[in-house]
């Protein structure tokens, strides 16, 4: 007869088979349910003939077969289902039906007012195209980046502390864009560019304490939004690609008809949509995240070992031939972009390890593209260090010679604690860690520029 | 006596749709009614039955609703559809060409029947 800790072992049973079937993509929980309705039924029935409880569960199990093939009879009949599909709205009923519509509505009106706010500047006469094109670029993440911060600021309920904060540095990025005399033309050219650039990379990382909403604190919370960055940036580039096909496409058919779009093109549709699309592809990298594999991480994987040779082959290549780096005006600046991709690499395979699985492979490439880039980097270094009198501090070469600096920190001590892992002697969390710590760095080094560098290199 | 699995899966469907043409049913009653009609000996894999279901659902042979059983669990109950009957009456068409060639053969065989079981009577469930 069975008793009550039967019972309980039994149900304990189910669901672990439960739980185990769920892991398979083919089956859906509705499928699950209608196994579960039909193993139950069947133990019923076993446990009335007179089976122990246990006993009467193993006889279902065995009657329903094996599991594996059961999955693959899944698979075949619902192949669909073996692409994980966005589905925006989840197929589970309720409650998180209603609350991901509201969240798809929010984000849609956050992205209007994007679209809609880098028409604003026009209302008081400010035009995209000509002298006021500085203004634009300086302050072009001013229009999306607070509005895509709100959006955040909504999601995650963030307490108005926070959002004071969030507002007083988008507030100080707002006056300090534009309290210098930016002329157009002549030398402060340079430094709007230098504003235009790294302003948007200071003021991602308030968009990444609004993202992680209190999990700032926490590696968990910034490699997430290490994560988001990343997704968010393949996403943005697949909609401009959409963009630029539905342009041509609209470019041909109004052609046939004898209206040029171009007007409408360059001060409708590209700034409102390029703004825009900033929070759409957010909210989808959001909707997504659980749905659909991470790009990023596959990206990185196919081209960790293709950049490794290539670097590998580069440093090979200038030690047989003893061809030294030629010092022209931009070669720092690539070499800095060199960094940045070898970084994001870096950043990219590490988001996506289990930081438990032991060394392997892979993680081999990553150490030789790490030190190669190094030491490509350290011959340009080296090259430039030796003429830099020659050639003078002007503000580009200052940022790119600093941004240089702080990658380099970053990749050597990455290297140092990638090796101590490959050699068992430390855990892949520390260089998580790192990475992770690392990250105000950056937005630091960026404000600097955008804050100090106009003073400095000309206005005052 | 063990049937092979490719006969198995050539006959679930007809199976499958002559029961609920008998009646509205659910998976571990349609399975308990093929165990009767074959007295035994079509032995189905209970999981299997579930994706020959999804198919004939996605087909729009059948379809299914879901209700509370007497059990308190939810449970899919599905139904034949005009679609499913018409499917069912070809099958049973073609599998009665296919058996009365069989039988057309035995007899000119002259084989002795193995010994067969008791309730062999009706190997294929005639509904429609």
């Known amino acids: 007869m069975p008793t009550p800790g039967d019972a309980v072992s039994v149900e304990e049973q189910i669901a672990r088979w439960r739980s185990y079937l769920g892991r398979r993509q083919a089956i859906h929980s509705v499928d699950i349910a209608e196994l579960e309705d039909h193993l139950r039924e069947q133990i019923a029935v076993l446990a009335d003939a007179g089976l122990a409880p246990d006993e009467a569960f193993l006889v279902a199990m065995k009657r329903m077969g094996d599991l594996d093939a059961l999955s693959r009879e899944f698979a075949r009949e619902h192949s669909d289902r073996l692409w994980k599909q966005l589905v925006v709205v989840p197929s589970d009923s309720g409650e998180p039906r209603a609350r991901a519509r509201t969240d798809a509505i929010v984000a849609f009106c956050f992205a209007v007012a994007a679209a809609l706010a880098i028409k604003v500047p026009a209302l008081f006469g400010i035009q995209l195209v000509d002298q006021d094109a500085g203004f634009y670029a300086r302050n072009l993440s001013l229009f999306v980046l607070p509005l895509l911060t709100g959006y955040f600021v909504w999601k995650r309920r963030l307490d108005t502390s926070t959002l004071r904060w969030l507002a007083v540095a988008f507030v100080a990025a707002g006056v300090f864009a534009n309290v210098y005399p930016f002329a157009p033309g002549g030398s402060t050219e340079a430094l709007t560019a230098l504003t235009a650039l790294h302003l948007p990379i200071a003021l991602w990382l308030v968009v990444g304490i609004a993202y992680a909403g209190g999990r700032w604190s926490q590696v968990g919370g910034r490699m997430d939004f290490i994560r988001f960055s990343g997704e968010l940036f393949i996403y943005y580039v697949l909609i401009a690609l959409g963009g630029a096909v539905l342009t041509a496409f609209m470019a041909m058919i109004f052609q046939a008809i004898g209206i040029d779009i171009e007007p409408f093109f360059e001060s409708w549709l590209l700034p409102c949509g390029a703004m825009g699309a900033v929070v759409v592809a957010s909210w989808l990298v959001e909707a997504k995240q659980s749905v659909i594999e991470n790009m990023a991480p596959v990206l990185t994987r196919l081209f960790s070992p293709l950049f490794a040779a290539v670097l590998v082959t580069f440093l090979g290549t200038s030690l047989w031939t003893g061809r030294g780096v030629d010092i022209e005006r931009d070669v720092l600046i690539a070499f800095d972009l060199l960094l940045v991709v070898v970084l994001g690499l870096l950043l990219y395979s590490v988001s996506a390890r289990d930081p438990r699985s032991p060394p392997g492979a892979f993680d081999v490439v990553q150490v030789v593209l790490v030190i190669s880039a190094l030491l490509a980097d350290a011959v340009a270094l080296w090259a430039i260090a030796a003429r830099i009198t020659e050639f003078g501090f002007s503000p580009n070469r200052v940022a790119a010679l600093g941004e240089n600096v702080i990658l380099l920190v970053n990749l050597a001590w990455s290297a140092v604690l990638y090796i101590r892992f490959l050699r068992g002697r430390g855990s892949f969390t520390d260089l998580e860690r790192w990475q992770t710590d690392y990250l105000p760095v950056y937005a630091v080094w960026a404000a600097i520029v955008v804050i100090v560098f106009p003073p400095v290199f000309g206005y005052i | ?128």
Do not use: C
């Open chain 2, 1 to 128: 006596m063990e049937i092979n699995k490719d006969l198995i899966a050539a006959s679930s469907t007809p199976i499958v749709l002559a029961i609920l043409a008998e009646e509205d049913s659910y998976g571990y009653a349609i399975l308990k009614r093929v165990r009767e009609l074959s007295g035994g000996r079509m032995e189905w894999t209970d999981g299997m039955l579930y994706p020959v279901l999804h198919r004939l659902e996605r087909l729009g042979h059948v379809e299914s609703r879901s209700e509370v059983a007497e059990s308190g669990r939810r449970r899919k109950y599905y139904r034949i559809t005009s679609r499913g009957l018409a499917q069912l009456a070809e099958e049973r068409r073609q599998w009665q060409a296919v058996d009365a060639t069989l039988r057309g053969i035995w007899r000119a065989l002259f084989l002795p029947v193995p010994a067969s079981h008791p309730a062999s009577a009706a190997p294929l469930p005639q509904g429609g």
